[in-house]
């Protein structure tokens, strides 16, 4: 099976929110040969992904955090430079979503991990509003439960440690979730008076607040907690254009593993 890559990007285009404002420029950000037989889902675009992967076919790379932002240099030079070698050289294409990933209702990073919670549906709403744009999700659960529970339920799910603030109540039943690096948005969880604040990357200044205002906090780590709208967006491509995809698990802190399907 092959399809257009042009197709493929037209898809991703309609499925994922435009977000001008954000940091990343979205979208596809090196062309490759087309049709396309084979996607490659990650996290980031760093060089390990791509020494770590060997594509027989060409194929596209979706990644959520890519390899061009603004802002930042984007002359090809060093592992830039290596980057796009390697893509050409493979008969590959990279295509990033990062703010559209994350915010996205159904399949974005917010949205699955707190579906990890089995959440009740008429209680869910945005967290807040960031460039005009709805982040982070709020949600009650069926009934309470500990908080130790929960950072077990998203280690076993997301095959990593998540490191626990217990500074707030044992028993927890409202929950918010923001993947990344959710610092600047404690102070909105703690205005919605929630139970537990679920995010990736720890802080010094989300420590103190998290102390300071009797908070737990639970921490997935940036990468683990960014997993999820990455093999959701592999899988929607498998199922609208019946092309085999490959996830490459590749977590910056601990060992990697491979999901394909």
């Given at each position: ?11 991703l ?77 493979s ?7 990062h ?78 979730v923001?993947?990344g ?10 205005r ?14 989300m ?9 737990n ?31 490459i698990?590749?977590s ?10």
């Amino acid at each position: 099976m092959a399809v257009d890559l042009e197709s493929i990007v037209a898809y991703l285009s309609t499925l994922l929110q435009d977000c001008p404002d954000d940091a990343s420029w979205n979208g596809l950000q090196v062309e490759g040969p087309s049709p396309i037989q084979h996607i490659y889902g990650a996290v980031d675009a760093s060089e390990a992904l791509f020494r770590e992967t060997q594509p027989s076919v060409p194929s596209l790379f979706i990644v959520h955090h890519g390899m061009f932002w603004k802002g930042l240099n984007p002359s090809l030079q060093k592992s830039h430079f290596r980057k796009v070698h390697y893509l050409l050289q493979s008969n590959s294409a990279l295509y990033a979503s990062h703010l559209p990933l994350d915010i996205h209702p159904e399949i974005g990073n917010n949205s699955t991990l707190l579906q990890t919670l089995s959440p009740e549906k008429e209680s869910i709403y945005p967290l807040c509003q960031y460039k005009g744009h709805d982040m982070g999700l709020c949600a009650s659960l069926h009934s309470s439960v500990s908080v130790e529970s929960i950072q077990q339920r998203y280690a076993e799910i997301l095959h990593e440690p998540a490191t626990l603030y217990p500074f707030g109540r044992n028993r927890v039943q409202k929950v918010a979730v923001c993947s990344g690096d959710g610092t600047s948005f404690i102070a909105d969880a703690y205005r919605e008076n929630v139970d537990v604040f679920i995010t990736g990357e720890f802080s010094h200044t989300m420590y103190i607040y998290a102390q300071d205002h009797q908070m737990n906090v639970l921490c997935l780590t940036h990468y683990a907690s960014e997993k999820g709208g990455v093999y959701n967006i592999c899988k929607k491509v498998q199922e609208v254009f019946s092309l085999p995809y490959t996830m490459i698990d590749f977590s910056p802190l601990f060992d990697h593993h491979h999901q394909g399907g």
